[in-house]
């Protein structure tokens, strides 16, 4: 049996039956038994491969979503994590290992109230709303978590063809992000009861904790020792310099890791050869077409005529967040899988020539976004690509009259 279980295809043989014992309604204890009986451990990059496999073999993503908790809590403890790189000091996986603990302390805090709900009287209940809402407000601090996950760190799983366990965590992401967007719209009810509290904490406010805390887990027992292994310095260089553009969560690194021996500024290098763009209506340097593109009240993203991502505008006041990780990505992955179908639904009727604008405006934190896809065609009707297009139209929507004379706002 030592010769099967040192045989990394028998383990992984092994974990996928297991895994799909789950899926057919085995409860988590007995396949967790079995787990330990014939396995001890797996190395977890052999997991990742698991999933992935699962997800070719055709098991669709929604229903690994589903089995993604339970096989978490299986192989809690039981993934081995020897052979993974250390992490220094201020990388960007210790920033995020940092967070962790920030979150796992709130969550503690959380859950020690909720803990109190069944001996909770009227009489106590606003001063526990407030506290619970308080504690949420810094749970839900997670989301820059997960956006960094999203946009910085799965298009480098995607180039290494690893695809399908950065979509179940997404998925993931996207639940967790409805539990606690719902557990502070609950704690805002009014005139809300002992009774009400109590059922809310098992519907939404419980499983939000439990959610975020079982995410950590996933991450530090596959998501970051797999990076480590995966990425170059010069990969964590890139995704250092564009942490800061979606920011931190209740915790700000106090030491920013450089890589060592890494050449900087190598990417400005077509700037400083001053080169001019010739175009039918004239010419611009390169910096003129920087300042031209980041100075229009607009946010604007260019996908190929292949579906990657190739360019976004880089105005001081974008609406939504883009940075360059994203640059070569199928734009399907830059989509929570919820939305992939319209991308999708947009992209077909574009190519086919069935349409060739698709509008879409949302009320976004009070502030009216105008959002429209624009096919780009070239000078013989062919599919070029798509271009988003983004703007805020909040204040030219209060518009009046004329305005004739010359005037600064």
């Given at each position: 049996?030592?010769?099967?279980?040192?045989?990394?295809?028998?383990?992984?043989?092994?974990?996928?039956?297991?895994?799909?014992?789950l899926?057919?309604?085995?409860?988590q204890?007995?396949?967790?038994?079995?787990?330990?009986?014939?396995?001890?451990?797996?190395?977890?990059?052999?997991?990742?491969?698991?999933?992935?496999?699962?997800?070719?073999?055709?098991?669709?993503?929604?229903?690994?979503?589903?089995?993604?908790?339970?096989?978490?809590?299986?192989?809690?403890?039981?993934?081995?994590?020897?052979?993974?790189?250390?992490?220094?000091?201020?990388?960007?996986?210790?920033?995020?290992?940092?967070?962790?603990?920030?979150l796992?302390?709130?969550?503690?805090?959380?859950?020690?109230?909720?803990?109190?709900?069944?001996?909770i009287?009227?009489?106590e209940?606003?001063?526990?709303?407030?506290?619970?809402?308080?504690?949420?407000?810094?749970?839900?601090?997670?989301?820059?978590?997960?956006?960094?996950?999203?946009?910085?760190?799965?298009?480098y799983?995607?180039?290494?063809?690893?695809?399908?366990?950065?979509?179940?965590?997404?998925?993931?992401?996207d639940?967790?992000?409805?539990?606690?967007?719902?557990?502070?719209?609950?704690?805002?009810t009014?005139?809300?009861?002992?009774?009400?509290?109590?059922?809310?904490?098992?519907?939404?406010?419980?499983?939000?904790?439990?959610?975020v805390?079982?995410?950590?887990?996933?991450?530090?027992?596959?998501?970051f020792?797999?990076?480590?292994?995966?990425?170059?310095d010069?990969?964590?260089?890139?995704?250092?310099?564009?942490?800061?553009?979606?920011?931190?969560?209740?915790?700000?690194?106090?030491?920013?890791?450089?890589?060592?021996?890494?050449?900087?500024?190598?990417?400005?290098e077509i700037?400083?050869?001053?080169?001019?763009?010739?175009?039918?209506?004239?010419s611009?340097?390169?910096?003129d077409l920087?300042?031209?593109?980041?100075?229009?009240?607009?946010d604007?993203?260019?996908?190929?005529?292949?579906?990657?991502?190739?360019?976004?505008?880089?105005?001081?006041?974008?609406?939504?967040?883009?940075?360059?990780?994203?640059?070569?990505?199928?734009?399907?992955?830059?989509?929570?899988?919820?939305s992939?179908?319209i991308?999708?639904?947009?992209?077909?009727?574009f190519?086919?020539?069935?349409?060739?604008?698709?509008?879409?405006?949302?009320?976004l934190?009070?502030?009216?976004?105008?959002?429209?896809?624009?096919?780009?065609?070239?000078?013989?009707?062919?599919?070029?690509?798509?271009?988003?297009?983004?703007?805020?139209?909040?204040e030219?929507?209060?518009?009046?009259?004329?305005?004739?004379?010359?005037?600064?706002?």
């Amino acid at each position: 049996m030592s010769e099967q279980i040192d045989n990394s295809q028998f383990r992984k043989t092994k974990l996928k039956e297991l895994i799909l014992k789950l899926h057919a309604g085995e409860s988590q204890e007995t396949v967790r038994q079995a787990l330990l009986e014939t396995l001890g451990s797996i190395p977890y990059g052999e997991v990742v491969e698991v999933e992935q496999e699962l997800i070719e073999e055709g098991l669709p993503e929604q229903e690994v979503l589903k089995l993604c908790d339970a096989h978490s809590a299986v192989l809690k403890d039981s993934v081995d994590l020897s052979t993974s790189r250390q992490v220094p000091q201020g990388h960007p996986i210790d920033v995020m290992i940092q967070e962790n603990k920030a979150l796992k302390e709130v969550a503690n805090t959380i859950n020690k109230v909720l803990a109190t709900l069944d001996q909770i009287e009227q009489t106590e209940v606003a001063e526990t709303v407030l506290n619970l809402t308080g504690q949420f407000n810094m749970l839900i601090d997670v989301d820059k978590h997960y956006q960094r996950k999203e946009y910085l760190l799965f298009p480098y799983l995607e180039k290494a063809g690893v695809t399908g366990p950065p979509k179940v965590m997404w998925g993931k992401h996207d639940e967790m992000r409805d539990l606690l967007k719902g557990s502070l719209e609950i704690l805002k009810t009014a005139d809300i009861t002992p009774d009400d509290l109590r059922a809310s904490s098992q519907i939404v406010l419980q499983p939000a904790v439990t959610g975020v805390v079982e995410m950590i887990m996933k991450e530090e027992q596959i998501l970051f020792p797999m990076l480590m292994d995966t990425l170059s310095d010069s990969d964590w260089n890139e995704i250092q310099m564009q942490s800061l553009e979606i920011g931190y969560c209740l915790y700000d690194p106090p030491v920013e890791w450089k890589p060592d021996g890494l050449v900087e500024g190598a990417g400005d290098e077509i700037r400083k050869q001053g080169i001019n763009i010739q175009l039918p209506s004239g010419s611009l340097t390169v910096d003129d077409l920087l300042a031209i593109l980041n100075t229009l009240p607009i946010d604007m993203t260019f996908v190929d005529k292949d579906d990657k991502v190739k360019y976004f505008s880089q105005s001081a006041d974008r609406i939504f967040q883009r940075n360059r990780a994203i640059l070569n990505r199928d734009v399907r992955h830059c989509h929570p899988p919820a939305s992939a179908h319209i991308v999708d639904k947009i992209l077909a009727d574009f190519k086919s020539g069935k349409q060739d604008r698709a509008p879409f405006w949302i009320n976004l934190g009070g502030r009216f976004i105008h959002i429209e896809y624009f096919a780009l065609r070239s000078s013989n009707g062919e599919y070029a690509g798509t271009l988003e297009v983004s703007q805020d139209l909040t204040e030219l929507r209060k518009l009046e009259g004329d305005q004739r004379i010359l005037s600064y706002k």
